[in-house]
């Protein structure tokens, strides 16, 4: 083991990508006379030329002595205490370095449960996931300390765990997905040893917390590499375990049978038609991700074989989606509201076969709550399918139009909608919410 980091000049990294507040909080603490650095993501975004998300700090302070240098410090966490330092209401988390975590007494279950003791920067850089995110910049002297490897790590475009992948794998299966959204963000190869170890330890996903595994999936689902993430969790073994049903649907890789290469080929063409649009600067709501990520096998189950027309559909697609996302809210936190959005923008799809033209119903439909979303989706299948964008644009017309509708005109077009309805009875079931 190390005694001394690699240590290398950081000067290359322009001074002004590091915030203001993650410089002066380093500043204090230094002055304090607490060794702290810049940690983690940050560091890793910087060397690549990325801007970082957040800048997450370490120090040799505790908890306690934190809160005395910064009046604006508030302690959280309950297992792991850390502080947040708040700037208005920019927040910089500066946490205590720790050291390794101790496993349970029970050798042969690594699964970490006690991860609360304090240590010093090579222990705190020793005890994270991968060697990219390990490394250490001292933002005043413009330093980088690498203790694990991971300067030529990120030089060589590698993702590796810090020490034994299988070890690392086992004491946090969550590093699995951890490991393919690194991977597909960064574009980084995942190396052999790790690759390896991931497989072994995909069926350990089962063990762990659903709701943080559901936020990782939305997360990546979300990401801008929603193909590339969902490929390498089926390549991995991971999908199988979280959402067996979407890993059946779309098969294994090169399955013979052509009707599963067909569905799979258009289940991952909906998900590049979400990356394309994330990648374009649109920021998907999760009832979008979730509909994108279960739209195909709804529309599959439900006998929907038209790609572009919802039309009326043989079953109930309300119950379909229920039967298929219901589930989530149960078992893994999933919002309420987030399943009854998605719910109803996938059962409301139908709406988009026609144009809105000058139909005071579908008028009235673009000022519904859930309406952008619906839209959302209807646009990701265009995308996706190569058609429907004049369909698209009509009803994106329309919808800005009724933005700026008077009330009396909303009024007015109500009782159109409503004399029209009890004139004609609508042949297709309403939403239930
Ligand atoms: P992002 O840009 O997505 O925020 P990040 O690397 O900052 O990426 P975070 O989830 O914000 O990732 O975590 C911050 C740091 O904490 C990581 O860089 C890593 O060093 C450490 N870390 C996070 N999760 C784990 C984990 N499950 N096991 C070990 N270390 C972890
Ligand atoms: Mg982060």
Redesign the pocket.
């Known amino acids: 083991m190390p005694k001394r980091p690699i240590t290398i000049d950081a000067k290359s990294i322009p001074k002004k990508r590091i915030h203001q507040d993650a410089l002066r909080v380093v500043s204090r603490l230094r002055r304090q006379g607490h060794e702290a650095y810049l ?4 560091v ?2 910087l060397l690549l030329g990325r801007r ?3 800048f ?1 700090i370490a120090t040799a302070a505790h908890p306690r002595q934190i809160r005395r240098i910064f009046r604006n410090a508030r302690i959280i966490g309950r297992r792991f205490k850390l502080a947040h330092i708040f700037y208005g209401d920019h927040i910089l988390e500066t946490a205590t370095f720790r050291s390794a975590p101790q496993s349970d007494d029970d050798e042969d279950d690594l699964l970490i449960t006690d991860d609360n003791d304090f240590g010093t920067a090579q222990s705190d850089a020793l ?4 060697t990219i ?2 490394l250490f910049l001292d933002p005043i002297d413009m330093e980088i300390h690498d203790w694990v490897g991971g300067l030529d790590d990120v030089d060589e475009g590698v993702l590796r765990t810090i020490g034994d992948p299988y070890v690392r794998m086992a004491e ?1 299966p ?2 699995i997905l ?1 490991a393919v ?2 991977a597909t963000r960064l574009g980084f190869r995942i190396e052999d040893d790790t690759w390896e170890a991931m497989l072994a330890h995909a069926p350990e996903l089962e063990r762990a917390a659903p709701p943080r595994i559901l936020e990782e999936i939305m997360r990546l689902s979300a990401s801008g590499t929603a193909l590339g993430s969902f490929r390498m969790m089926r390549a991995c073994g991971a999908l199988a375990v979280l959402l067996p049903e979407l890993d059946a649907f779309v098969g294994e890789r090169d399955v013979s049978d052509k009707d599963v290469r067909d569905r799979a080929d258009r289940y991952w063409r909906l998900l590049g038609a979400l990356d394309a649009d994330v990648q374009a600067g649109n920021e998907p709501s999760r009832a979008v991700c979730l509909a994108v990520l279960w739209l195909r096998l709804i529309e599959h189950h439900a006998g929907l074989v038209d790609n572009m027309l919802h039309q009326e559909p043989d079953v109930d697609l309300f119950d379909v989606v229920t039967e298929h996302l219901e589930p989530l809210v149960q078992d893994s936190r999933l919002p309420r509201r987030t399943f009854i959005i998605a719910r109803r923008i996938i059962a409301e799809q139908f709406r988009f076969d026609d144009v809105p033209g000058d139909d005071a119903r579908a008028k009235l439909f673009t000022l519904t709550e859930h309406f952008p979303d619906a839209l959302h989706l209807f646009k990701l299948r265009c995308r996706a399918w190569g058609q429907g964008w004049q369909r698209y644009e009509a009803w994106e017309q329309t919808y800005q139009e009724m933005e700026k509708a008077s009330d009396e005109e909303v009024q007015g077009l109500r009782k159109k909608g409503r004399r029209r309805k009890r004139r004609r009875p609508r042949k297709r079931r309403r939403s239930k919410t």
Not at 39 to 42: I, S, T
Request: proline share 5%; hydrophobic share 20%; net charge positive.
């Open positions: 940690v983690g993501g940050c890793r975004d970082p998300k957040d997450d005890r994270r996931d991968f995110n390990g946090d969550v590093r951890r959204k690194f």
